[in-house]
């Protein structure tokens, strides 16, 4: 690899590209619910649960090994209009897979909180730092992620897919319900999942001409190219186990893909991605009927983007768009790199069902407290929204999913998909 001058990859990519330093990714912002303020029944029920789990449950769990989704499905559920009494059943079974906080080491302070990052233990001590640090903010949690989240030579929103993309999807809760208990817990996962990602967007010596061979404004023709590379003939079983191993295994191509996707038309691209995104959970899975834990992290987290593209500095547009793209590399080698058939989804007969069916799929039918499935098909009812759906893709996809669904594979020897699964209470069948 070849050296630049040291500088952050914005900054280069905005020296090569000038036309960039604007708003490059033009999308509407989401409809945001202030549920701090506003006072009907719903919006108070979920203000409450989400200031109980804060207070009762920590944010990592498990051996320190699970990251807290209570927000997540709260949060879904409530905008696709679940009612207070769900909301609470909701809170009451997500709960028990929880754990209560636990004590710090120590505490953290403004002089070393730096020092800290990536120590899940200090979870509870960081929660606390952020805490006091809102109050010096006067309350205004946007203020406090500008100062925490996207200042300094090394800013922490460029290691925001550490931990599968779990603090860039907190984050986006933050922003789509304007709750800044959910700002702080956002701040919190980014600082104890802090790893090596970061320096691929920190260090511009990972940006570099890919080979002529590879590059291509499409993320399919890419994962394709992936797909049939021998070099990535690494692994016998998929699992997350594999993350850490492609990046340790296969640095070096692995970059050559993520270089190998120029943002030359930004918004068109990341339209792409997000029908890439929905792809790859729906379009990838087996006979089984189980679908990928981890590929929906690149869904669910391709929705945190739409949600919080158009509010970011437009300096981090780019990068944290690139970020998702260097997680879906990587979860996608890790995963064995399974064929994209999207003639699945093209096939799907709607039979009469829409999104109002999708709605009650999510928040009353059999699957409605499994968190990753709701956030799944909110997902693409807000993709559906963004991009229009003129060819039914994504109308098509969530009824495939929503109707399909059996539970979550892909875990080699992880556990968390059996725990989620003999836990979750069975309810009737919705009809329609």
Known sequence: MFSLP?????????????SWTSRPIDIPAVQTHDIEVTADRRSRTLKHLIKANHANFSIIYHDLKYHTHMPHILGSAFLLDATSEHLNEVYEHEGKMLEPWQDAPGEISEADWRDFLGKREYQRAFVDFFEDQLVQHGYDWKALLRTYLFDGDEPLINNMISGLGHPLIHLAYAYELNSHTIAVEALTGTCCYYN???????NPIYTQPPPEHLASTSPFILLQKISQDYR???????????FDAVFEKREDAVMEYWNAWPLIEPTKQFEQSQILAVGLLVATHGSDNKYDFFMVHLLTTSHALRVLLPVLPAGFQLTIVLQWWLLTIAVYIAQLRPEINLDVIEKVDREGKDWKYIDRMAVTGPHSFDTHYVKALRAMKEAASAWGDEDEFFIKAAIKFADGFSGWGGFGLDAEAEVRENSRPKKATVQT
């Open 6 to 18: 040291r500088e952050n990859v914005f900054s280069y990519i905005s020296r090569v590209f000038p």
């Open 196 to 202: 090596f990602l970061h320096k691929y967007i920190d």
């Open 232 to 242: 990535f003939d690494i692994f016998s079983h998929s699992g997350d186990a594999n």
